[in-house]
């Protein structure tokens, strides 16, 4: 038997899901990029696994160790192969400098990730959705969730400002050269703790591709959709102005011709 319908938590989950999302949830979404990325309706059931906090732990581990074995090899080089002509400042420097990088470096990570779960799997069926954690597991009916969310934050701001022209090839490959934007799709529960992340992309047309995928979500689960972080669905003006981006002269003459504000100017 279902319990009635409370308005106060409609308001609630709405207030949960402004735009863009919190870093917290980008954080989260982002570790289930890789995960989802094939994301496949027609194949239902879907497990997904990802191990982000046991990744880094065992990077830790691993700058840990470097840091203590650079600390034996160049401590003993410094202090016992150097000799007295070396000052005693330079061997300080020559023991401290890389063993305390690197265990800066894991300290860091450690920091970062140390609330990460170490192993985390979701397991979809069209009816129910199961999670698992290391401090345990849950199992919940799709019909119980508020319906779906598609999510936006942006993760990147092009280096140097829209202004600068130029990108080195490494610059290009690693995305410097653009902004870009994490979407993701949550299923949404009045218990937060009950929220999951089915899907998560940066790709250049991620917004386009949630914005299609969680209509088909609603279709497949029967959910509604709760926001789509206001977007509609792209028209091929939208994608043609985006694959060719117009040069300064050419937005001068389109504003010309249009107003102010782009739209079309109305003529007697």
């Known amino acids: 038997m279902h319990s009635p319908h409370d308005p106060a938590s409609d308001s609630s989950i709405t207030a949960r899901l402004a735009s863009p999302g919190s870093q917290e949830h980008a954080d989260r979404a982002a570790r289930?990029?890789?995960?989802?990325?094939?994301?496949?309706?027609?194949?239902?059931?879907?497990?997904?696994?990802?191990?982000?906090?046991?990744?880094?732990?065992?990077?830790?581990?691993?700058?840990?160790?470097?840091?203590?074995?650079?600390?034996?090899?160049?401590?003993?080089?410094?202090?016992?192969?150097?000799?007295?002509?070396?000052?005693?400042?330079?061997?300080?420097?020559?023991?401290?400098?890389?063993?305390?990088?690197?265990?800066?470096?894991?300290?860091?990570?450690?920091?970062?990730?140390?609330?990460?779960?170490?192993?985390?799997?979701?397991?979809?069926?069209?009816?129910?959705?199961?999670?698992?954690?290391?401090?345990?597991?849950?199992?919940?009916?799709?019909?119980?969730?508020?319906?779906?969310?598609?999510?936006?934050?942006?993760?990147?701001?092009?280096?140097?400002?829209?202004?600068?022209?130029?990108?080195?090839?490494?610059?290009?490959?690693?995305?410097?050269?653009?902004?870009?934007?994490l979407w993701w799709i949550e299923l949404v529960h009045e218990d937060p703790a009950r929220d999951l992340v089915l899907w998560a992309s940066d790709a250049d047309f991620a917004s386009s591709d949630g914005f299609e995928l969680v209509g088909r979500m609603s279709e497949t689960f029967d959910l509604p959709v709760l926001t789509t972080s206001g977007i509609r669905e792209a028209t091929a003006e939208d994608e043609r102005r985006v694959a060719e981006p117009l040069s300064p002269l050419q937005e001068v003459a389109r504003r010309l011709t249009r107003g102010g504000d782009g739209s079309p100017t109305q003529r007697d």
């Not at 000052?87 to 894991?106: F, Q, Y």
């Open 32 to 181: 289930w990029k890789q995960a989802t990325c094939d994301f496949d309706l027609k194949r239902l059931p879907l497990t997904f696994d990802i191990n982000a906090g046991e990744t880094a732990m065992l990077g830790v581990r691993w700058l840990l160790r470097a840091a203590g074995a650079a600390l034996l090899l160049i401590g003993g080089w410094a202090w016992l192969v150097a000799g007295d002509e070396t000052d005693v400042v330079e061997k300080v420097l020559a023991t401290v400098l890389l063993p305390g990088t690197l265990a800066s470096l894991a300290l860091w990570i450690w920091l970062v990730h140390r609330r990460t779960p170490r192993r985390q799997r979701l397991m979809l069926w069209r009816d129910r959705v199961r999670y698992e954690d290391a401090q345990g597991s849950w199992e919940e009916r799709i019909r119980d969730y508020a319906g779906l969310a598609l999510r936006q934050r942006q993760t990147n701001r092009a280096r140097g400002g829209p202004h600068r022209r130029t990108y080195s090839a490494a610059e290009r490959e690693l995305r410097m050269d653009r902004d870009v934007w």
